[in-house]
Structures are given as C-alpha cells and as structure tokens.
C-alpha cells in the first residue's frame, strides 16, 4: 500500500496540475476583477467560479485514483446519460440564456449538459474505435464513429448552441484519423467543407439571421448591422488598450464599465489583455500551450490504443476550445459563445474539463502496467 501510495505520487502529473490551477487561478481573479467594481454585472460570479474550481479539482483527484480503463468500461452508459441528459434540455426544463436553450434548471440548481457530454462522447469513441483491429478503418468503422458523434452534436445543434456542436467535430477528426481512417476520406471531408463553405459564403452575405449577421461582423463588416459589430468592436478596443504591460487588475474600463457584454465568460481573455497587455495574454496562450503539449504527450507515451485515443480527444477539445474563444475576442472568428477552459465564468466547462484532465492524468499514472 505504501509503495503504491508512493509510485501515485511520484507518477502524478504535477506538471500539467499546476498548470491547470494557475490558469483557473488567473480566471477566478479576472472575473473578480470585472465583477465588483461598482458597475460590476455579476459580483457573485468569481464566488461561484471558486467554487466550481474546487468541484473540479475534486473530481480530477477522484479520477485519477480510478484505472481509465475501468472508467472507460462505463463509457456506454455515461454517453447514454449525456443523451438524456441532452433531450431534457430541449424540454420546459431546459433554460434559455443569449438565444441558447442549452441550460438544464433543476431547481435552483443550473448546468450545461453539452459539456460534460463532450467528454462522454470522447470517452464512448475512445471505446469504440480501440476495439477495431482492422487498419485503415473500413467504412462500416466509421459510419458507427460518425453516428456516436452525430446523435449528441444533433442535440445540441437543437439548441441553437452552434459553437458548442462544432466542438464535437474537432475530436471526431482528431480521433478517426488516429484510429487509421484513410488518408482519401480525410482529404474528401476536408474538400467537402471547403465547397460548402465557398457555395455559403454568397447566402450569409444576403442572410440576415443572427447568426448570419455574426459572421459578417468578422468578414464583411460593412455588410453588417451595427448591433451585430458592437461586440467585436469592443473586445478589439480592450484587447488594444492593453498595449504591451496592461491596465493592471481592476483596470478594464471595457470590462468594469458594462462596455463589454459577457465579460465575465466569453470575453474573460479581451479583460486579461486590458489588464496585463500582451505580455500577460501572451502567457496565458503560453500556458494553454504547454497543457495541450503535456497532454500530446501523454498521449504518445500510452502503451495502449485506447488510451492514446482518449487523451488525444481531450487534446483536440481543449484546443478548439481555446483556438475559438481566443479567436472570437482577436475578431478571426465569428462569435460563436464558446467558452475559454479554466478561465470563463462557469462552473459546468470548469468541472468538464477538470474530469478530462484527470483522465489524462490516469492515462499516465498507468502507462507501465499493462
């Protein structure tokens, strides 16, 4: 017991934990910095995010006592929660917050299911697909891979949370191309959305959809209604007022005046770049780098396909996460309300992502026992 006590110890990734917290840390301050000033929107939102914080570090320790693969036995019936999960949110119980109907209301108690079912269809495919031997995937493979990914994607497509249904594809990808798809079905896919991009582009110019009105605010601004570009315009003049060395804390006025609508969530990274100019905002994106590196890491050192699968799906979730979010404040990417992981208020992403790295964690812990 002792010996095994000490070999958690020494395995543990204490790297990438320390990681984690300092960004979660450096979250928490950013949403207290812009939430208890006296035009602060929300001041019990840094409380709350403490809270989540230490849910999540809760549940990451907890994880990591567990083996993976035990974990991952349960995938089926965890997916199928997440499912359900995922229908009940398009009932009267589910909550609608910024044209969204992805919120679960259980009393006085709320929470995003499309986030916790995010690492349940990783965890599912990661089941799935380390079980085929055949390489390259035959198509019966990836038809099954491509039904376990759209059913939840189609859910929460349902509740108009665009951003979040995309995520689902950044893993898909990620994971059937490690799984051994053929090079030509990739090459087909990608050609597929280039042309539906170029045969769209024309319709969102003469759309005047929200959504479509968002794309336009990045790509043809002058095509866009003004309302549409105020979010944009306002996160590119926090992210420029920060100059090099920042405001310092407390001192966004984008973010502390109300300028800035959901400062404390999607645009928590415009409130840092104000705060800490680019040097700060520059090390931030650095720490994410480094957590996605460890986790590529992890994930080349597993002795086994399935948790090579697992942690590489976690990977290309955190990555799109930040690559998007990062995105939508630089104005690269239209404004699709994805949160930024670890930072954004919002204790659902926070305990989500927390369990992924754990499992990742477990994945190393576990690498030298077959």
Not at 131 to 150: E, F, H, N, Q, Y
Not at 251 to 280: C, K, R, Y
Request: charged content about 15%; hydrophobic content about 50%; some cysteine.
């Amino acid at each position: 017991m002792l010996n095994a006590n000490r070999r958690y110890v020494a395995d543990f990734d204490w790297t990438l934990l320390s990681l984690a917290v300092g960004l979660a840390a450096f979250g928490v301050l950013e949403i207290w910095s812009v939430t208890t000033t006296n035009n602060g929107t929300a001041p019990g939102f840094w409380r709350r995010q403490l809270l989540g914080v230490g849910i999540g570090l809760v549940v990451m320790f907890l994880t990591t006592l567990h083996d993976y693969r035990r974990i991952l036995n349960a995938a089926p019936y965890l997916y199928g929660v997440g499912i359900m999960l995922l229908l009940l949110v398009l009932t009267p119980l589910g909550k609608v917050k910024n044209g969204n109907q992805s919120w679960l209301n259980l009393g006085s108690f709320s929470f995003q299911p499309s986030e916790m079912a995010k690492i349940f269809t990783i965890m599912f495919l990661a089941y799935y697909l380390a079980g085929v031997r055949k390489r390259p995937l035959d198509l019966r493979t990836v038809v099954v891979a491509v039904g376990i990914w759209a059913l939840p994607t189609a859910l929460v497509f349902m509740e108009n949370d665009t951003g979040s249904a995309l995520s689902f594809t950044s893993f898909l990808a990620a994971m059937l191309f490690l799984a051994g798809v053929r090079w030509s079905w990739m090459a087909a896919a990608l050609v597929a959305v280039v042309i539906a991009v170029i045969v769209a582009a024309p319709h969102i110019k003469n759309c005047e959809s929200y959504k479509c009105e968002r794309v336009k605010s990045v790509y043809w601004p002058d095509l866009a209604k003004k309302r549409y570009r105020y979010q944009n315009d306002q996160a590119e003049i926090a992210v420029g007022s920060g100059a090099v060395l920042g405001k310092g804390p407390r001192g966004s006025t984008q973010g502390s005046l109300g300028f800035l609508p959901e400062v404390h969530n999607d645009f928590i990274f415009a409130v840092a770049s104000e705060e800490w100019g680019f040097i700060g905002s520059s090390l931030s994106l650095a720490i994410y780098l480094m957590i996605i590196a460890r986790l590529i890491q992890i994930a080349r050192r597993s002795r086994e396909r399935i948790g090579l699968l697992l942690v590489a799906g976690i990977a290309a979730l955190l990555l799109y996460h930040v690559a998007v979010n990062v995105g939508m404040v630089l104005r690269l990417l239209p404004i699709m309300g994805i949160p930024l992981p670890l930072m954004s208020s919002g204790s659902t992403s926070v305990v989500a992502t927390c369990f992924g790295l754990g499992l990742a964690i477990s994945v190393r812990l576990r690498r030298f026992v077959n």
